[in-house]
T-cell receptor
């Protein structure tokens, strides 16, 4: 069983479009994260939710909006996509009191 | 400014040797440090966590050290195997406690040759 799953795995779209990436975890964790990994492989935190409440919001353009309908899901919606948004986006989860994070396999977003 | 650096982008070693990867940081006082493994096309996988009051942690062929005076962690893989070839990321706990916020290094890609 996949612990942290993201869909889609690949996303190719035109500049200016709006797209969403979905993430689900079946580990019973109460905290979920979105990271961006750029072409230089740096993995940077974007957002974190704990029990559906936003707790980390890094300096991310407001075109990016996370949504957590319940603690097992954290989706990422991106408006007006730009070339610089091309990257691999990773979802992760962790349990309060345990510091390690479980990552999904990423969504590779390519903007044409 | 706060900075995390892993000593090299790539490391090539012969099978059976010990691989040593370095993670240095400045302007942080992390409560703990973690090491992850990332294979191509996959997400990072947690390997080891070491806390600020611990000097060393071991797990099978893996060993991590943490020197808060030098602001450095060393990650060792003994008796390396070609299957150990991957990118290894260090990550520091940052920000206030219990947020789970991690700051990652840029990674070191290890290639173990048979």
């Amino acid at each position: 069983d996949t612990a942290v799953s993201q869909t889609p795995k690949y996303l190719v779209t035109q500049m200016g479009n709006d797209k969403s990436i979905k993430c689900e975890q079946n580990l019973g964790h109460d905290t979920m994260y979105w990271y961006k990994q750029d072409s230089k492989k740096f993995l940077k935190i974007m957002f974190s939710y704990n029990n559906k409440e936003l707790i980390i919001n890094e300096t991310v353009p407001n075109r990016f909006s996370p949504k957590s309908p319940d603690k097992a899901h954290l989706n990422l919606h991106i408006n007006s996509l730009e070339l610089g948004d091309s990257a691999v986006y990773f979802c992760a989860s962790s349990q309060a009191g345990q510091d390690l994070q479980h990552f999904g396999d990423g969504t590779r977003l390519s903007i044409l | 400014s706060q900075k995390i650096e892993q000593n090299s982008e790539a490391l090539n070693i012969q099978e059976g040797k010990t691989a040593t990867l370095t993670c240095n940081y400045t302007n942080y006082s992390p409560a703990y440090l973690q090491w992850y493994r990332q294979d191509p096309g996959r997400g990072p996988v947690f390997l080891l966590l070491i806390r600020e009051n611990e000097k060393e942690k071991r797990k099978e062929r893996l060993k991590v050290t943490f020197d808060t005076t030098l602001k450095q962690s060393l990650f060792h893989i003994t008796a390396s195997q070609p299957a150990d070839s991957a990118t290894y990321l260090c990550a520091l706990a940052a920000g206030s406690s219990n947020t789970g916020k991690l700051i990652f290094g840029q990674g070191t890609t290890l290639q173990v040759k048979p």
